[in-house]
């Protein structure tokens, strides 16, 4: 058995807690949480132990892993705390706002040969997941555009989104990594935005939508739209299309109902609400995943520098939003 | 040119009429309706001749064909007539509601080798007619299940179903073509009904829901659904099942839009809304098919014997619904 | 929690093992199984025991419930311990395959007052579950026309067929169930069948292919189709057409997956494959309402009379194929 | 009736030589073309005369209106002279490549308040329609996100390809103009592009593939992915997102025939092929909005000025191209 410790023990704990108690290969040891009552709440449904402090939980050499969903400032301490404990880490993306650090952080930890996995979960997903295959397969011959529409059924509160770092890093990040999944590095990003769901976002300096233009090393363009707010659902799409196909992913309904009547035919009901409902196998293949990489002695993927990477992304896209320009990444890099 | 003269001006003369005039080979000359006012409304529109009588327009010389869309009382004497003076023939369904009449008009024409056809028009829509021909070529196998789901939008008014013959001879005659098209001389029937759509129906001693199992010679089971009423439209599906596989037809939009809200999602519109939209490409390939016939010398298909087989069907599956048992046909045939 | 005995731990007492298991307010005590094995192997995996007879079982007072999912002819004698020693139980279909067992088991136990579920799981699919709610909440108005199609991906063995009562009673029998759930007491059953699927099936003496029509006591009809063999896997689908409009339930897919190339357009990967796939949702909400049922002193439902009647039909589906006539039920009953 | 005058007798001059046809209240009179012989073929097969020149049929006092269907350098001398004659004008798409000339063109006929209507047929297909009609009736409350695919199914010949102008103002027009009808006057156009299709484009300078981002007056994102090849066939989608909801236009199908088998389930045929099968509705309903124009008096839409911007927004989108910035629009207009 995995043993891990879980750090943090908000929403995004609570799935990760659940992906180990239902893996036959994983336990939950520790949990911590600044707020003891939400680690003692988790501690006592998993039958795990609720941690005096978060080094309590790393020093344990019973300890094979950690799972790290807390705040994000959090991410890069505890992260190479437990890495020079030799523990293998899951972290939540994204590693840290701040680019510079999140490289100071490799910089720390990479003589120690990390095994280091970032959530990006939607890699996990079924349905991207066998696109991903079938295009390497051949199924589209060569991947050459590619378009994902990722909208939120409803914006996060303003404290939350206060300190998310906004849209590209805080949402879109999911969908930089997405892109990589399928084109690999990324040489040229665009982006736009606007302001139309919510003041609140727009008093804080950041969009609530956007368009972003990326182009893959390889010659693919790939193109990302995004909203904070989808009254429809969460919107959650994919389309690969090759020199020979096009493989895409729809929505996925709660149920395969349809109704026909006078007004309307084949309507079907909502969608999968959000990212516990339509991720939740995607949590539990990523963690299935990372268990086997421990297991195998293995590197996990995406890893630290997949992070980076979507990051880094993120930030050109920023960059790119405030100067109307393409911005070309690499060009130092050889 | 083939030149056509047309009896019966009513909604599904009509019908022919357009056909006749966008096809590039054929040609309207004559129309005929007891209703005078009818004729010319036709005439004058498709730049055809207003006839004063039926046999004005079956012995000029140079008419081709006829099409027979008059009241089917009409049917026999015409079909006869215009088969006597050599006209190629199509007539609408059904023949008669009469077995023995239909047969005695086949015994007075059958030495005179006529070019007959029967208007079972569904034969001739394209998504009925790719699923023919894909069984053909061995996409699913061996067809063991054919379950045809039909329902009108609203049943028609009293006056026109007290004379229809009832719902088999009337509206499942379409149906029971459509099956012996796919399945081929069907050796059982078995039939259901109820009345749940309108009074008036049950008050004529007819129903206006039913249900119809056959089985072809060669052991393949088929199914019907009919409803004289479908709130969300003319519901005309079919599925074709196989030993290596399904093939099966939907109905179709008036257009490919669909709309998620907060209540739905991906709802369409409304399906066309009758035979008048679903059928008007079927129509056309029927006619198509005769001139073509004409053409070629060659027999059309569906002919005499399909409409007097398609209503022997009918009238077993009244038998059925009389007796609550199995009919089983043609035991005297050899 | 509702600690649980289970008897037959082939695959479908497995699939119970693990509702069970994953369900928060209940615990499986015991397991039991004629081969010593089995039970042992279940036992290790959820952390029961394996009980050395099934009285060991059902006489320890600390049991709340038992599940038989044994083989049928030892159904009707472990329900009868069960209730006897005050168990609530949940039993796979068919209770028995003999009515006359079946009425006689009652006619001992009734008495009792017992808490008696019956394994029809279809009822608890979120999707048909979805279409019941619905019709009861008036979207499609009336009820008219239900149509069901059921056919397994592949037929079982010999060995399993040639105890398994016939299509009708083993197969169909979810499917008359399903019925009742929509549309209430039967009063009319026709059935036919064919033998297209497997030689050893009609050696057998057995069908391998059906149609079943009946009539509710409301006037509703209804449709069935079987087969043992889909290529393209599990199909379970339904259609409730009403006075208002249509419910459909569509298979589903392993992903939303969808593929276009140069021979074709919008191809989705293969269906969930067999009931293990399709039905885990609806096991596990199925015994979620028997712990509810016993949790608030409630009777479950479908219970053992429903278990009774789908029997009841399979029999007069079974005499209908017989006699090619339509069979009705309840004459005798008021 | 309406009598027209087409110039241009190539494939799209056929397009709209049947349009006329087949309108009841529109006649074709001449057709011009300077190869005679397609000319010739034409006006045989239409019922029409062949003009020994253009000035011919625009001199015509009987000819109401005019379709300029021929090469694009001769649009603007042609639509020049049918204006001053007094005819109203359909022009194919683009009024010409360069917009300094199209803007010298109307100061020329400005005065004659001409009436003129542009080819862009797309605003007439009866999907995009509905979708800008339920739009306009509050379906999806305020329009944010407006995402279009356009995809040939296999790029036009090199010596076509050498004269078109490059894919922007070729193919892309067409859905700047979309874009336009859908969130009115454009502010931003950003445009980055690839050749991946065929190396006789990139040797034409020209690019086979592009993604095009632009920000409507109103604040909508809008998004355009094209192609010049897309072996599934003609693809030609859209999506416009909402505060309230979205509605999508998919593609549409030769025939609603669906296969489902060992390898895949639900697999479509091919979608209709090119324009002339999707775009045959939708350039009957253009020529019908343009004579029922014509007969009360009113101006057709898209006017001259719709097909200039257009223009305008191609050239915008080239100039993002070469310089990888936002080309922002309008500033110097007030």
Redesign the interface.
């Known amino acids: 058995l995995i043993r891990f410790a879980l750090f943090g023990c908000g929403r995004i704990g609570r799935v990760h807690a659940d992906s180990i108690d ?1 893996h036959p290969r994983a336990e939950l040891a520790w949990v911590y949480d600044p707020i003891e009552s939400a680690a003692l709440e988790i501690a006592k449904q998993y039958g795990a132990a609720a941690a005096p402090t978060a080094d309590a939980a790393i020093d344990d050499p019973s300890v094979d892993a950690v799972v790290i969903a807390s705040a994000t400032p959090t991410h890069v301490d505890l992260l190479t705390r437990a890495v020079r404990a030799g523990k293998a880490v899951l972290c939540e993306k994204p590693i840290d706002l701040d680019l510079a650090r999140v490289d100071r952080c490799w910089t720390e930890i990479a003589a120690l040969n990390p095994t280091v996995m970032v959530g990006f979960n939607r890699r996990f997903d ?2 991207f997941h ?2 991903h295959d ?1 295009i390497a397969a051949g ?2 011959g ?1 991947l ?2 590619l ?1 994902i ?1 990722s ?1 939120d059924p409803a914006p996060a509160p303003r404290e939350y989104l206060a300190t998310s770092g906004g849209l590209f890093r805080d949402m879109t990040i999911h969908d930089f990594d997405l892109a990589r999944f399928f084109v690999g590095e990324v040489v ?1 990003v ?1 982006a ?6 919510a003041d609140y976002i727009a008093d804080l300096g950041d969009i609530d ?3 972003v ?1 990326m ?1 893959g090393a390889d ?3 790939c ?1 990302i ?1 995004n ?1 904070r ?5 969460y ?1 959650q799409r994919l ?1 690969a ?1 090759g ?29 999968l609400s959000f990212f516990l409902d339509r991720y939740t196998p995607a949590y539990r293949a990523e963690l299935d995943h990372l268990i086997t990489a421990i297991e195998q002695g293995s590197q996990p993927s995406p890893g630290f520098a997949d992070g980076r990477e979507a990051l880094a992304l993120a930030d050109a896209a920023l960059k790119s939003l405030r100067t ?3 911005v070309r990444l690499r060009s130092a890099v050889s």
């Open positions: 239902v079924p349905s066998e696109v079938r199924d589209i060569r050459e555009q378009i529409v909208r040229e665009y736009t935005g606007a302001n139309v769901v939508s956007a368009i233009v182009r010659g693919a363009l193109q739209t909203s707010r989808s009254v429809f659902g919107d389309e299309f020199s020979e196909g096009m493989l895409s992913v729809g929505n996925q309904h709660q149920t395969s109902v349809r109704l026909s009547n006078a007004t309307q035919t084949e309507a079907a009901p909502e969608y109307s320009q393409t």
